[in-house]
């Protein structure tokens, strides 16, 4: 049974920051390329960022522009985690956050996060 279940959304003010997690359970976590996506009441899910299964010596990050120098992606295999670190948010950020392999086409319930 795969599970991938995101957490440490929340409400903020503009400028602050937030961590994301997600816990993956159920897949061999460090087989599989994670994304996260977000989606905004009223608009299409947009992809955040994005990191490969490589190892870490090898390991690529991307990020939408919208993201880029603020947020930050990383995983744990180890752990089973994955994680987005979110700086200066803005309330444009404000959406439901998703933890995504892609390939598989697994995700997570989502968690709230609300910049205002």
């Known amino acids: 049974h795969v599970q991938l279940v995101e957490s440490g959304g929340g409400l903020v003010q503009p400028g602050e920051s937030l961590r994301l997690s997600c816990v993956a359970s159920?897949?061999?976590?460090?087989?599989?390329?994670m994304s996260w996506v977000r989606q905004a009441p009223g608009k299409e899910v947009e992809w955040v960022a994005g990191?490969?299964?490589?190892?870490?010596?090898?390991?690529?990050?991307s990020y939408a522009d919208s993201v880029k120098g603020r947020f930050t992606i990383s995983r744990d295999n180890a752990k089973n985690m994955l994680y987005l670190q979110m700086n200066s948010l803005k309330p444009e950020d404000s959406a439901l956050y998703y933890c995504?392999?892609?390939?598989?086409?697994?995700w997570g319930p989502g968690t709230q996060v609300t910049v205002s």
């Open positions: 995504v392999a892609w390939e598989a086409g697994y």
């Open positions: 990191i490969t299964s490589l190892p870490s010596l090898f390991r690529a990050a």
């Open positions: 159920g897949i061999t976590f460090s087989r599989h390329d």
